[in-house]
Each structure stands twice: as structure tokens, then as C-alpha cells.
């Protein structure tokens, strides 16, 4: 049996995991953290969780006492979070961080987009970046997970395969996501009145700090420099993104033959899947990446779409996969 | 062309009176308040009316300078709003109420709902419930109309004719709202995360404010003490109140009977419709409110269902309607 | 392992049986038919059971070679599935049936509410209505298991334990359901453009199947007639059951002594949770059914709130519910 | 007072006519067809029109006995539709034709996308795309007007003002639309369950029927061939096309100039908006096209983003701002 802590566990990401965790057959939460409710039970906060939890939420500060654990979950907020993992790494206890602190190796990079000087440099040396499907050996001795974002998850996931074969000049992200992409905390931008019958676009181009993620794994896996373009937009739903991803090749790349480079990359992956068309409804609550191919051949435009939920492949299933993967459990445990 | 003032225009009320009086052939918005944004255009806060109108939003204080006005919507927080409609009876300009402060004529009943002594009692007494179809002899000459609570014209449009004709013994209200009744300030209660693909019955029973002003109304009306019971429920759409109202006859009325009633009560009434089915699309965006009529006659109930346009007959438009009584033009103009 | 088999897999509750019956850990879908898609790949209809299961869709009539099963779900028509209770029946397969053709024993009412004439009277007489929380001795032992109907089990669970302890005069059942409560195939009344930010009524007062279902059920377990009031009403969102009844007693029942009567009627059943306030988050995608209490004392009318989800409580949760009943497997295996 | 009648007055683009024409202080509808519901009247098939008008749905055939009609509005099926042109047009009635007949003047190309011969090329000849802000002066003389398709409107009037000045080398569209565009008669695509809380893309990179139509156009004006990549898709709201256009430049033009292209470009269109951001909120229930500018330097790509309702700038508000130019009247009577 594995002991879990959660950081953070209120939020949106925070209560996904401890959904999750509640029907992992080997894992067991001994603690789970917020500062709004500290004191008071998960299942009086998260009515769902009635009579599946006793579990009291603590505050942050009291989660030192706890020593005896595996691994600690951070569901903090970006900037915030690396003190913490430092003072875990420092107890020995293994860390997946869902906050953005360690996602981006480059320190330079990661000051550019978060507006911070990171700490703990060293740290970042021994980090991984948490997606599985292509970081699996380094995650397996990991002691600190940098979980993806969730938009990176999309696009990574969408792009390696064919960034292995090389030829890719323009990368264009045309991305949709669902509302609780906006966090729990209520703002205009996440109010119903606003976003319901709504596309809203934000950050268009170059501007949303995801691409500073991506760009990095891809320079740090292919020492290659991606400049992609991304435009993210807010849609009336609850969950999912999909990401239509229009990638010009300088030389084209017949469908079939793309199709298998797909088909390969991902043969051994049980939460990818190659698909003819793809939707949300196909993967939410899920934690699957649905990728389906096509492409225009006289424009040598490929178009990959992919869809995943972004609270479980893009958060926190996700999060319990690298746990499986780190703790030598089974990759699908808890998540099938 | 009669000249209007909105205090409190950047919520949704107020959006919505400033949306009618747009397209309003015969009036001129001459001053929009709002705290928050004071000295912005109207249309920058809302890029739909970008166009329409080059107004900017002022500050409430700044309203007082604008002595040349035949009329203002008051569009305040209850309790808040009673002091503007003293300063405006004063200087003799007509004053339309969109809060709770003088909708209920018994200062009593308005300290238990809202908590709060009226400073201002010699003007309850001169105000006019602001329900055309009930009142409008009166709206004709008020100086203050105390624009209705959505919910109370939802459900005192449906039992008015009942009620005209005696024996009722219980009245039973489930009502469901849209979440625009839950106003523009970001909360909890109005994040599309927690709205989105929910029901939420709140204040069961008799906890909702709207009952003081439904009770009060018939009382002045009928001089009869009914107690309603009343559940509303928010639900994930935008717009609309659907009501279903139960209520239990002391004698049963046959439906063609009881169906005739509510034809003849209303029927030199533009915005009521007696029809067979009620939905919100019927009303949405629109001044009407349908009412269907059907009942159990061997368990005495009968079953009144009406719905609305919270904003538009639930606030705004009746608003307006009340606008057009006063002012002497066509009840319709503007809203149909 | 059970040996299952499903007919009529491809509507919404058969999908929604495939789903939990893929995670649940003691049972193996043998087999399950479509009409509509025989021959193709359950994958390929619903993509989202790709890579989970290899399974094709067969017509019914191939499910007669099965003979090496332990139980069969039917997901067919009401009037159509009594033929093949017969059938599976007779080759001693216990059967489950989600349709209404044996929730209703007195074959007269059968007739009334659903216009023919039940051909197996003998079988009516041995079948049980599957409401666990109230038959679960007897499912044990059965045969047929007549799923209830998802509004029955809404409202049924939300009255038995004050009907428990009569003094009722009058109850008035406002209940609002999901889409996915219409079905799966495309009609005016499931289309997006008509139920999407939409109310609608129907079937008001006493014509909507359920009550037949409903009276019969109290009527066998208390010798009770009672006439309930039932007004359905479409909302605009997928799943979910939220019932508001409205509870005539003859004579008051304290709150705290009614919340009371619940705790103790349901203090053994792990699917019913008596909770402050209900909403359908707490329930979608549960087997759980969540009820709250509430009245008013000067009216002698009780308010009980009941919520479930539709298709799971409401249909094929509590079909597998039944399933490890009758199986004797541990009651929540696979539900929670 | 212009007299119009209505071919296929019962499908979404006919209602929202009919909605529209009640509001226009200059008409007068004359007849409105449809097979479906022939005898029946308006008010009885769309509840909302209630009280509103007494009119009631004719056959087809009876419509060729009104000849003291003015204009004809065509809400018919493509294919079908030219008939209808071709016997309106010799009774020297004008038409403006909502189906795609009359928008692809290469016969060639209407054949290649909509798989039949067009019967009458002389009447192609005659007849004007109906995109006022691009060919207002045609639309004045015009005896048919071909009123162009939803994605259509959206994508020409954002890349207009840019291949104006040339050096466009892709275009790559990424639009979102609402389910109204999924039309009136249910199918599993446009029903509930299947689109609620969703994204759908379909008909990826070159296959949707626009695209001949754009091309055309295009074509026509500029004589230039251009090859656009298109990715339509459905999202879980009512109403609403939100295209975000990716164009690649030759040469990179400042995003300032840019922008002042499309200003000049539309300086005197009344519905046409350029804005700092787009969403679908700022358009629905207008005739208004909201247009974003934005790009990347770097890449040399320019982003456009467009935002119209579906129903009315995208289909009958359209065809009313054509009726209006036709007709000498003001170009935003009934639509502002």
C-alpha cells in the first residue's frame, strides 16, 4: 500500500486526484491539505464524497508532521510550489508537482514566463517531465515529477511522432478548452453568465506560458528550436481539450504512411490511441489522448487532432499514472 | 423623446434596460452610472453594444448633476437603492425601483425579509407595485414604481386569477431559474463549474425574500393572508423562470373553467399568453409571460405552470413596460 | 466470474451497462446485440471502449446459441422484452429486465399505462420489482428482476420511509431529468436546438408511465391506493434525476424526527445518503441516491429532495446492483 | 411596405426570417410555406410567434397563386432550390435564395460540390453573391441574390480585406459553430447526447461544401486561385460561427497596418466591427461580424478572428440586409 499526501487538495486538480485515489486498489491518503477548509471533512466540502471518506482536511503546515509517506501530490499555485518540493525531496519523499515549477528546465525561460527566479536550479537538474509516453525510463527513477500542463499534454502528445521524423516548419495549435481549465476560484472569467454559449480566444500567437513548456521539451529531446503558434480558447463545457494541430512539412509525408509513424510511436502506450475522428465525449473522465490524422497534400499541411480530459490526462489521472509508473505498480491502475 | 437616467448599469439589469432602450423609438439614454467602471465606454465594458452607442459609464455621485431627466431606473442593491429614490422624488423626476425597497408595503415585513428599517415610509405609501397587469391604473400616475422580484411576477402572474375567485387552500411553487438571476458578480454560486449540468434547490420552503414581497402584494390586493410554499432551484441555462404552481382548491374548478378565468383576466393584456404548453424558448429574450393551465380534479389541485425571461418580464423589460404606462406611450413600444 | 449477456446493448442504458460492467472485477460480458449494428465492433460504435474491449455486437437472435450464461440484462422495449424473459426464463438464465414489462404486478394496471396485454401473468407473479433498498431480500432469491423505471426509483426512494409512517394525505412529485432520460434515437423532443437552455414540462399531473409503476409498488407493499401528482420535466443538461415532493401529512412529523425516519430506514444501505442538501453533482456518474429533508411545519407539508443519476441509479447501476444481489457478490462491486 | 413571402418558412433559417420580418416596420409577409406543416397555423408550430402574428403555413404549390409579391425569400434545399428560383425570377419576382444554388458560379464547381448539373447557367450569370459589404452595388440591381453560406460569411469577410493587398500564401481556418447550423430535422449529429459537452470536428482540411463556394469568389474577384484549408466544427452551444483564420504572408505587414486595412476596408459597413477581441456573445441575435486582428512577426502569420451568429449574419439577417439594399430601403432596417 502506498501513502499519499495531497498539497492543495481543494482546487479542481486536487479534488480530481483524491476521485481517483479513492478507487486505487493500492494506495491509501493519509493526508490532504487546504488552506480555505482546513478542519473540515473532504466529504463536507465535496458532498460526492460521502460515505466514501472520513478524511479531515488539514492546512499546509501541519502536513510536516507526516513522515511516513511515499509520495506527496503539490496542487499548488506556480511559484509557490518549489518550496515545498524542496522541503519533500529534503524528507526523501518522492514528489509529483502539478504546479508548473519544474516542467521547464531552462531557468531563463522559466523566469521569462513565470515572472520568477527559480530556487532551486540543482532541483531542476534532477527533475522529469512527467509524460509518460515519452519520458517513461526517466520518471520510473524519479525523485521529483514535473506533471505536464494540460494544453502541453495535448500538443506534445499530438507533435512527437512527427517531430521525429523531422521536416516541420510551421507548428499552428488551434486549441479548445473546457471551463475548469479556470480553476475553482470564481472569477469573470470563469463565471457562467459569461462563458456559457461562448468561444472566448485568449492569449492569441505567442503568449500563453504553456509554449515556454513545450518548446523547451522539445529543445531539450530533439536540441531542436520550435517556435509554435497557439491559440487557446475558452468553450462552454466542463472538460476536455481538443487541439487541432496544422503542421506545414517541408517535405510531404504521404496520410497511411504518417499514420503509422503514429501507430509505432505509441504501440506500447496503453493511454494513447489511434483513432479515426476524434471527440470529447470519447475521453472525458478518461485518461486517454485520442489522436486522429489527416492532411492536406498539396499545401504539405498535416492536420493532427488530439483530445484528452484535461483534469485526468491532463492533470491528475495523469499525475496517479506517473505514480503507478514511479511506485512499480501497474501503468493502468486506478485509471482503467 | 423622454429622457432617462440608469444608476447601477453595468450589471445585468442594467445591461438589459440599456440593450431595450437602444432600439426604444421614442427615449434617450441621457446618463449610465456604474462604480466600477465610471469613466469607461459603455461599449468597451460591453464590446456587444459597440456602435450602438457612444455613452460613457459616470459615477453614481455625478448623477445629480443631470436635472433635465423625465425619469430613472434605480438598477441598486436592495436597501441601498431607497436613499437615490428619495434624492430623485425630490427634484420631481419619476423614479422606476428595480430593487426590493418599495415592494413591499409593510415596513415590518420588509425589516423581517431584508433586515433593514425603511428610512423613507411616507414613500411606501406613494409607490405602486410595478406588475402592469395588476396595477396599471396606478403605474399610470405613480411617482415611484417598485419594479417586481422575477421570481414574484412568475408566480404572482400565475395565481392572480386563481386567486380572484377564492378557494384555495395551499399554494405550492417549484420554480426554476436561470443563473442569470444570480447576478454579474463572480461567486460560487454563478461559476460554470458548479452551475453547469446542476440543479440546486436553495431556501427551501419558506426562506426565499421573494415571499415577503408575493404575500404582501395579495394581502394589499385581497386582503388575504396566503403562506406559499416555495422552492426555488437554479439551473444550468442562462435565462428563464419556469414555475409550476400547485394549488389546492377548496372546491374544484373545472380546467375549461378554470382555463377561462385566466383568458378573461387577461385578456386586454399584451404580454400574458394563455397557451397549452409552456418552455423558456417561448419567452426567452422576450417581454411575455406564457401560462399553462392543467390540474387533478380528484385530488382538488390544479397546476398553473408560467415561465418568463427573468431579465426581460422578470426585471428590464417590465421595467420598460412600466416606462411605457407612465410615460403615456404604447405598453409595447420597444419590447415587442 | 459471472457470465453475462446484454440485449439491446446499443442504446444509452446498454452502453452505460457495458461501461460498468468493463470495470467491474467478478464478471465477463459474454455477449451483446444490436439490431441496428450487429457484425460491428463495439469500439467502433462507441469509440470510447477502445482498447478496452474486442467485443462485437451480434442481432438478437444469435443470443439464443449462448446457453453457458449465468444471467442476461434486457435493454429492449417495453412490450417487446416480455418474450424474451420467456425465452432466457425457460433455459434457467435469471434474468434482469430494464423495460417495464414486469415492474408493474397487477396486470390490469399494465394494461392501462402501457396499451397491451401482458402474455406471462404466471411469470408477473414470480418477478421482483429490483429496488434493493426495499426488496432486497427477495431479489436474492430471484428469477426476473424488473429494474424499476429511473423516475420510480427517484421518487419511490424518497417516499417509503414516511409512508412507512402513514398520516399521508397528498403527494405532488416535481421532478426534472437529464436528456439522456429521452433516449438515444433522434427525435424533435432529444434534439439539441429544443432542450438546449430549456425547460419543458410534460405529461403533467397524472399522465406520465411512472406512476402507474409507482402506486402499484406502494399499493403491493403497504395495501395503500395512493394517487400521486407528477409533473416530468426536461432540463437541459445530460444526466441526472432531481425530484422535489411535496409531502401532505395529516398530522405533523417534527423535522428532526423525520430526518430520523430516513437515517434509520436507509442506516444499512450503502447507495442511499441522507445529506443536508442535494444537487445532481453529488450523483452524476454514481449509483448513489442523495436525500434531503425539509417542510413546513404551519402547512403540515413536508419537502423531501431526491437525486439521482438517470442512468446509473436510475437504470443500469442499479442493474448491476441487482446483478451482485442476486449473485451474491459484494452489494457495491463495481459501483463505487 | 414591401410585400415577401417565404419558400420553406418551417426550418431554423425560415423562422428566424419570420422572426425578424414581424420587427421590420417595412414589410409585410405574405405567405410562408412548408410541407411539414401546411394548414397549421405559424403560432401553433413556433409558440414563440404567438399573439404575434395570425398567418398560417401554406403548401408550396399553393405559393405560385400570391403574384403581387415583391420579393421571395428561398429557404429550400439545395438542388431543389433553382427550380423555385427560375419560376419566381419569370414572374419578375426578385429572389434571394438561402440555399447554396445560385453562390458558385463555375457550373463546373457546383457540380464537383454538390454532385448535380446546374439547369440554369443563365440565371448563374445574373444572379449576386449576396455579401453586401463586398458587392453592395450588384445586390442594388440584382434580380437574384445568392445569400451566402454561415462558414462562408465568417471566413470571406476576415480574409478579404488581406487578399485585397496580396501576398497571402496559406490560409488555414479553424471555425467553431454552433448546432442551429446542424439544421432543423433531428439526426444523431444534432441531438442532444451527442453534441452537449462536446467538440465534433468533421469534413477535415478539404472537404466541406464552403469551400467551393469561397473559392469561387474569390476567384471571381481577384482572379486569383487560392487553396484554403478548413476545419469545421461543432460545439455545444445553440448559435454562433467563431473562425479563427491563420495566414501565412509572403511578406510580413505590421500588425498596425494590418489593422488599419480592415478598418478602411469596412469604414462604411454598419455591420461589420473591428474589435480588440472576439467572442461569440458580442454577435448572437445581431447581424453583427466582429473581426480581431492579431499575428505573429516571426512566423509571418497573421491571425484573423471572426465571430457571427449563424442564423443572422450567417443566413437570414443576412438575406434581410440584402432584402433592405434591394429594396432602396435603409441597409439596417429590423436589424439594429
Known amino acids: 500500500m502506498i501513502k499519499v499526501g495531497i498539497l492543495g487538495a481543494s482546487g479542481l486538480t486536487g479534488k480530481e486526484l483524491i476521485k481517483i485515489l479513492l478507487k486505487h486498489s493500492e494506495t491509501k491518503i493519509v493526508f490532504a491539505t487546504s488552506r480555505r477548509f482546513a478542519g473540515k471533512s473532504i466529504s ?177 529531446k530533439y536540441k531542436k528550436k520550435i517556435n509554435i503558434i497557439f491559440t487557446p480558447q475558452i468553450t462552454s463545457l466542463d472538460r476536455g481539450i481538443l487541439s487541432v494541430i496544422y503542421i506545414k512539412l517541408k517535405k510531404w509525408i504521404e496520410l497511411e504512411k504518417l499514420k503509422k509513424f503514429y501507430l509505432d510511436f505509441y504501440k506500447n502506450e496503453p493511454f494513447v490511441r489511434i483513432v479515426d475522428d476524434v471527440n470529447l465525449h470519447q475521453v472525458q473522465y478518461t485518461n486517454f489522448c485520442d489522436i486522429a490524422i489527416d492532411g492536406v497534400r498539396e499545401k504539405k499541411i498535416a492536420i493532427v487532432m488530439t483530445a484528452i480530459d484535461n483534469l485526468v490526462k491532463g492533470a491528475s489521472g495523469q499525475a496517479i499514472q506517473n505514480m503507478n509508473i514511479l511506485s512499480g505498480l501497474k501503468e493502468t491502475e486506478g485509471l482503467i
Request: with cysteine; aromatic share 12%; glycine share 6%.
Open 44 to 220: 463536507y466540502v465535496f458532498p460526492e464524497f460521502k460515505s466514501l471518506t472520513d478524511l479531515k482536511f488539514i492546512s499546509p503546515s501541519e502536513s510536516y508532521k507526516f513522515n511516513d509517506i511515499d509520495l506527496i501530490f503539490l496542487c499548488l499555485p506556480h511559484t509557490e510550489s518549489m518550496d515545498y518540493v524542496k522541503k519533500f525531496v529534503d524528507k526523501n519523499i518522492k514528489v509529483i508537482d502539478l504546479s508548473a515549477d519544474f516542467r521547464i528546465k531552462n531557468s531563463a525561460l522559466y523566469k521569462l514566463w513565470y515572472n520568477k527566479i527559480h530556487k532551486y536550479k540543482n532541483l531542476l537538474k534532477e527533475s522529469v517531465y512527467g509524460l509518460p509516453e515519452i519520458f517513461k525510463e526517466e520518471i520510473k527513477k524519479a525523485k521529483i515529477v514535473a506533471n505536464p500542463g494540460c494544453y502541453a499534454t495535448s500538443i506534445l502528445l499530438g507533435i512527437f511522432p512527427i517531430l521525429n521524423h523531422g521536416q516541420v516548419e510551421d507548428i499552428i495549435v488551434d486549441a479548445k478548452t473546457g471551463i475548469s481549465g479556470a480553476g475553482a476560484i470564481p472569477t469573470f472569467e470563469n463565471q457562467y453568465i459569461n462563458v456559457n454559449e461562448n468561444i472566448i480566444p485568449y492569449k492569441i500567437g505567442r503568449k500563453h506560458r504553456h509554449i515556454g513548456e513545450i518548446e523547451d521539451v522539445i529543445f531539450n
